[in-house]
């Protein structure tokens, strides 16, 4: 790819004004898939171009309370999708990977939505829309990942994975399940979700203090304290330490076919913004914004820099061929 098609923007975002919105934008709804209740919500005008936010790990479709009512006003119709395991859709004991969350963002795609969309996904929720973008290209316009969290990245190379002999897929299998089962997760979940150990692991998330945020505790600390929490994490933990390799972010990125845009923290300590680089090198064509100031979660620390940065590329997208056909 020539270097004139990478898009790399630093920018310095405004300290946080606080804005009003809620953790409950939009209207509510339950959707069925699989036999799992699936809670989504949307806002806008329903012949507007849909756009789909995923949130990231440990959150819900309510950490986009600062962007869903500006991306509307702009002209889009923003739904909201609690993935299984999350928000408040069901958490079953299935094994909870970014292969089962991106079918059900598809089956939410083709039922709710009845079209293609835009998706915009935070953290785990970008990992997912790509996913969904090379397992279901027809539905899927374009990806926004802010940031993509995968431990594969780092390890990418210019060829693919080595193949594993059968007996050390084997092993490998019962090693992960077996300390995963072994953790004690039904101690650490519950003093984790009801301490203040809790409001120090959002922090970590974010650069600028957030420990008072009682909306933004009510969104990691509601799933948390349900009763299928410590199931659902057990089983996420097995099942994502597991993946194929045509599931992980290099083999994904190599097949993804349409616009991908990085919006990524500069003081992100959970998923440094070096991974971003190693990302342009698998996908040169993408583009790429840095926020200065900004940690892990910047759709919630600096919306505006966010929303700004996200809108400028939405209008350089192709034109929408037909209807997506929203109106739930």
Not at 26 to 45: K, Q
Not at 194 to 223: F, K, M
Not at 297 to 322: I, K, M, T, V
Request: include cysteine; glycine fraction near 8%; proline fraction near 8%.
């Amino acid at each position: 790819m020539s270097g004139d098609r990478k898009v790399v923007v630093t920018v310095q975002p405004a300290p946080p004004r606080p804005t009003g919105e809620s953790v409950e934008w939009g209207i509510h709804a339950e959707w069925l898939w699989r036999g799992e209740r699936c809670h989504w919500r949307v806002l806008g005008d329903p012949t507007a171009p849909a756009l789909v936010l995923v949130h990231g790990f440990a959150a819900g479709s309510g950490h986009w309370r600062r962007n869903a009512s500006v991306l509307a006003a702009a002209g889009w119709r923003v739904y909201g999708l609690d993935l299984l395991g999350f928000g408040a859709s069901s958490q079953p004991a299935l094994r909870l990977d970014n292969r089962l969350w991106a079918r059900q963002l598809q089956a939410f795609l083709e039922q709710v939505v009845q079209g293609p969309a835009v998706l915009v996904g935070h953290s785990l929720g970008g990992l997912v829309a790509l996913s969904c973008a090379v397992f279901a290209p027809q539905l899927v316009r374009a990806v926004a990942a802010a940031p993509l969290p995968d431990p594969t990245l780092m390890l990418a190379s210019g060829s693919g994975a080595p193949r594993r002999r059968p007996w050390r897929r084997r092993l490998q299998r019962w090693l992960v399940t077996l300390l995963c089962r072994l953790l004690p997760l039904e101690l650490v979940v519950p003093l984790l979700a009801h301490s203040p150990l809790l409001d120090l692991g959002i922090q970590s998330a974010y650069n600028t203090p957030v420990i008072g945020d009682r909306e933004l505790h009510r969104v990691i600390a509601r799933p948390a304290r349900r009763p299928g929490a410590v199931r659902a994490l057990r089983a996420m933990s097995i099942a994502m330490a597991l993946r194929p390799h045509g599931a992980t972010a290099p083999a994904l990125l190599r097949r993804l076919g349409q616009p991908l845009l990085l919006i990524w923290g500069r003081r992100d300590r959970l998923v440094p913004v070096q991974v971003a680089a190693q990302v342009q090198r698998l996908r040169q064509d993408l583009s790429l914004v840095l926020l200065d100031g900004s940690g892990h979660c910047p759709h919630d620390e600096h919306p505006a820099a966010f929303n700004s940065a996200l809108l400028g590329w939405l209008e350089q997208l192709p034109a929408q061929e037909s209807s997506s056909g929203a109106g739930q």
